[in-house]
């Protein structure tokens, strides 16, 4: 099943990524001033997936992506695909376990596995 996880960028400010279970991002969000922001987005967005629209496209080297709108708006872009069929599996795993998707919080930039390993 597909994950949503914050990270803060390099100027400070948040975004999500949806990764896949195998560990691949889908698509990366706008940016975010504030961390809670990304997580009522992601609310948003899941309480709305019949709603978005999908625009495919082609890059000038020939890898596929898409952006997604929602409300008349782009709210993210996926990455780079080979080919069609990849891209459009990116898009079906999204809409079918999207609303599922648990958030994980990576952007304090903590050592999440140290209390573990102490106590492991």
């Known amino acids: ?3 949503f996880v914050i990270t803060k ?3 400070g400010e ?3 990524e949806l990764t ?3 560990g691949k ?3 990366t969000s706008n940016s975010f001033e504030l961390r809670f922001e990304c997580e009522e987005h992601i609310q948003y967005l899941q309480e709305n997936i019949e709603r978005l629209i999908f625009m495919r496209f082609r890059s000038g080297n020939g890898k596929f992506f898409f952006r997604i709108i929602l409300d008349e708006k782009q709210i993210a872009v996926s ?3 080979s080919t069609q069929l990849l ?3 990116g898009i079906d795993e999204f809409v079918k376990y999207g609303n599922l998707a648990e958030i994980l919080d990576f952007s304090t930039g903590e050592d999440i596995f140290a ?3 102490e106590n492991g």
Do not use: D, G
């Open 1 to 3: 099943m597909a994950t």
């Open 9 to 11: 960028r390099l100027n």
């Open 14 to 16: 948040y975004k999500y």
């Open 20 to 22: 896949s279970r195998k």
């Open 25 to 27: 991002t889908i698509f």
């Open 79 to 81: 990455r780079k695909y």
């Open 87 to 89: 891209l459009q599996k």
């Open 115 to 117: 209390a573990f390993e």
